[in-house]
């Protein structure tokens, strides 16, 4: 009988690292947006604009560059952390534009608080990678139900409790980015992100 021949070719991946563009789009709308929260200045278009642009179409392209890694973890996190600022901005923005009913507080509350459920979960993930990693999804965990609470009950003084919580989300976010960046260029530890656990 004959055998059929086996060939194998293994193809050496020589794409970047999206994990920094994610990261960073994700760190600096989360800044943003908190900076609004914490009552610096109102919720206007550059908050909008970078929901839409680079908290949410650039970590959807970091997550389909993490699918072609074949990293699911960070597939899941970008991907959908990139549509949840889109869904933010439609929350914000579908009611004034009339294509909906604008959503009660019971009901952002409910958003909030699943996001932060699915926050919760993938924080676990996080015990098998790096602190730095750790830091920022715990304290996304945290600024999502902080954020439900705060839309359940209508208590403002929790909005800048929130605000102030997710600006330092946001920069870790921003510093395990730059970390990426910087530790690969400079090829040594510039930016420590802690053990990979």
């Not at 993490?66 to 549509?83: D, H, Q």
């Not at 304290?139 to 999502?144: I, R």
Request: net charge neutral.
């Amino acid at each position: 009988m004959n055998q059929p021949l086996a060939s194998e070719v293994a193809i050496k991946d020589t794409t970047g690292n999206p994990a920094p563009l994610g990261l960073m789009g994700f760190g600096m709308t989360t800044v943003l947006l908190n900076l609004h929260n914490a009552g610096y200045y109102g919720l206007g278009s550059s908050i909008l604009a970078m929901g839409i642009f680079y908290g949410g179409i650039g970590q959807v392209i970091a997550g389909y560059m993490e699918w072609k890694k074949k990293n699911t973890f960070a597939t899941v996190a970008f991907t959908s952390y990139g549509l949840f600022w889109l869904t933010l901005v439609g929350l914000i923005d579908l009611p004034k534009l009339g294509l909906s009913d604008k959503t009660d507080h019971i009901g952002f509350a409910a958003y909030l608080a699943l996001w932060g459920v699915f926050t919760l979960v993938l924080f676990f993930g996080t015990l098998k990678l790096n602190r730095a990693l750790q830091v920022v999804f715990l304290s996304l965990v945290v600024l999502f139900f902080i954020l439900a609470v705060e839309k359940y009950t209508e208590n403002e003084a929790l909005a800048r409790i929130a605000g102030f919580e997710g600006i330092f989300c946001g920069l870790s976010a921003m510093y395990t980015g730059a970390a990426g960046v910087l530790n690969e260029l400079y090829k040594k530890t510039v930016l420590p992100v802690g053990p990979v656990t």
